[in-house]
C-alpha cells in the first residue's frame, strides 16, 4: 500500500478538456479535483475565482463525463444533484460547525425536488470558445448555480457564483494551468492544492434557508 506521502506526490493524468473563466477581475486557483480509484485519473477538477473585496465570486467545475452512468437523464439529474448541493453547501457559513439535522433533511429533500425536475429550470446563455452556448440555471440564497448537459462523453461545466453579471464573463478552454499550480500535460497531484480550500463569503444564513 501506498505511503500517504507517495499518493500525495502522485501524478493523476487529465483525461479530458478544462473550461475556465476570461475577463476576471480577481485572481483565480485550483479549488478541488477527484480522482478514479481504479485508474487513478482526475475526474472532476474545480476552480475558484475570488475579487479583492471578497464580493463576488465562482466556483467552477470540470466533470468528465465519460467515467459517468451511460443512462443521459439519469446522469442529467444527478449533474443537478450535484450542482444545486454545491449551491446549497456554500451558502452555510464558516461558523457554523454543524448543520442541525432537521436542516439536513429540509437540505436532502429540496436538493432531490429540484435535481428531478431539471428539464423545467430556466437557462442562461454564456460564450464558451467564443460560440453562445445555453445552461441550465437555479437561484438559491441570494447565489446561484448553472450547468450544461452534454450530449456526449465530454466535460460537463457546473459553475456556483455570486454577484456576477454572466454577460460581463465568458469560458474559454484551457491551454496553460500555471496561474492554478499544476501542468497540463504532466497531471495534477494532492501536493497542488493550496491549504484551506474555498469556501463560500456568507457570514449568516440567507433567509432562504428558512424557507426550505
Known amino acids: 500500500m501506498p505511503s500517504f506521502q507517495q499518493e500525495h506526490d ?14 476576471w477581475r480577481g485572481t483565480g486557483a485550483l479549488d478541488f479535483f477527484q480522482v478514479e480509484p481504479q485508474t ?9 475565482y475570488t475579487n479583492p473585496s471578497q464580493d463576488k465570486y465562482i466556483l467552477l467545475g470540470n466533470i468528465h463525463m465519460a467515467t459517468r452512468d451511460s443512462d443521459a437523464d439519469m446522469e442529467r439529474q444527478r449533474l443537478a444533484s450535484q450542482a444545486v448541493t454545491k449551491l446549497l453547501n456554500l451558502g452555510i ?3 457554523m460547525e454543524r448543520i442541525p439535522v432537521d436542516m439536513s433533511r429540509k437540505m436532502g429533500k429540496f436538493i432531490d425536488t429540484k435535481a428531478r425536475s431539471w428539464k423545467s429550470w ?5 460564450t464558451v470558445d467564443g460560440d453562445a452556448r445555453e445552461f441550465s440555471e437555479i437561484r ?20 456556483v ?7 460581463k464573463i465568458s ?26 480550500s474555498f469556501v463560500g463569503l456568507r457570514d449568516e444564513l440567507h433567509p432562504d434557508y428558512d424557507l426550505l
Do not use: C, K, M
Open 93 to 95: 457559513p464558516e461558523s
Open 140 to 159: 438559491f440564497g441570494g447565489a446561484a448555480a448553472f450547468l450544461s448537459y452534454p450530449t456526449e462523453n465530454v466535460t460537463a461545466i457546473i459553475a
Open 40 to 48: 487513478s485519473d482526475a475526474t472532476e477538477i474545480w476552480f475558484a
Open 10 to 23: 502522485q501524478l493523476h493524468r487529465i483525461p479530458f478538456s478544462l473550461y475556465e473563466v476570461t475577463d
Open 161 to 167: 457564483y455570486q454577484n456576477v453579471e454572466l454577460q
Open 122 to 126: 430556466p437557462t442562461v446563455t454564456l
Open 171 to 196: 469560458l474559454q478552454a484551457v491551454e496553460n494551468t500555471d496561474q492554478y499550480g499544476f501542468s497540463l500535460n504532466a497531471g495534477i497531484r494532492f501536493q497542488d492544492l493550496e491549504e484551506g
